[in-house]
């Protein structure tokens, strides 16, 4: 087990090895109590979190906002590009470099691809990328990987289907270069021929053990897997509405389809209409309880970095 964690900035889970991941699985299990108590502790008293939402969000930023409180700390920010001055014509690198001196790390979600990455390399403390297009989501790995290792036990040996919008959806991208980094793990794809895992991402899981196969149906594998992992369809990142419409709905879980099985039922949030709502009394939700373990595992990154890198 490492003592340290190395990195800096939180941009891609292609930035992090297995240890690392492990390290910040560990350290919320530790924090766990802090955050299911409704206690403040003072870790992070005297600091401050810059949370530059560019694109919208309520999970991510409010739980971000909830880890920062419960350390102690406290949060200044934006949720939407209208509200900040980068309506009014503001560079992002001006925004940022703003932001830079009133924080001790910043926290972005960008419609663009590349945006955190471009924001840390301008900057002197650490940033944390909380999505960015269709690109990475590496914190909601991080507490998808929470949620299934205090479901089921272990992340090595896992089967796990991806479903809906394989194409924009970051959250199963960053899934997939995560799951590589483990033992014995079988992904199957399952999305509208139209949505389809980026050849990119598939080419990084070419180059670890993973084992994976697209599907085009659940009930080919639902007896297989230990994880139905849904997904929205990303309606913003379409081009043509029309093409929206068509697929939408495509695949879509209720209770029926899951008795007698032996899985649990994630979702990043929020949900259209994926997930029937007959689910939600069920064994099988944990979609909620995944939202909820954001909270430790969210405090867990602040704390690893604010107080790895002070200012
Ligand atoms: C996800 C996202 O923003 O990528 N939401 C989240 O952060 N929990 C998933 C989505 O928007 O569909």
Known sequence: MIRIFKLKNIISIKDFEREDIEYILDEASKLEDIAKSREVSKELKGKL?????????????????????????????????GSSSVSKGESIADTAKMFEGYSDALVIRHELEGVSKFISDIVDVPVINAGDGAGQHPTQTLLDLYTIKKEIGEIDNLKIALIGDLKFGRTVHSLSNALGMFKNVKIYLVSPPELKMPQEVLHDINKTNVTWQEVDSIEKIIDDVDVLYVTRIQKERFADIGDYLKIKGAYIINKKMLEGKDLIVMHPLPRIDEIDTDVDNTKYNKYFTQAANAVPVRMAILKTLIKNNPK
Do not use: A
């Not at 530059?52 to 409180?69: A, H, L, N």
């Open 49 to 81: 979190l810059g949370l530059m939402f560019f694109e919208p969000s309520t999970r991510t930023r409010m739980s971000f906002e909830t880890s920062m409180k419960r350390l102690g700390g406290e949060c200044i920010g934006f949720e939407s590009s």
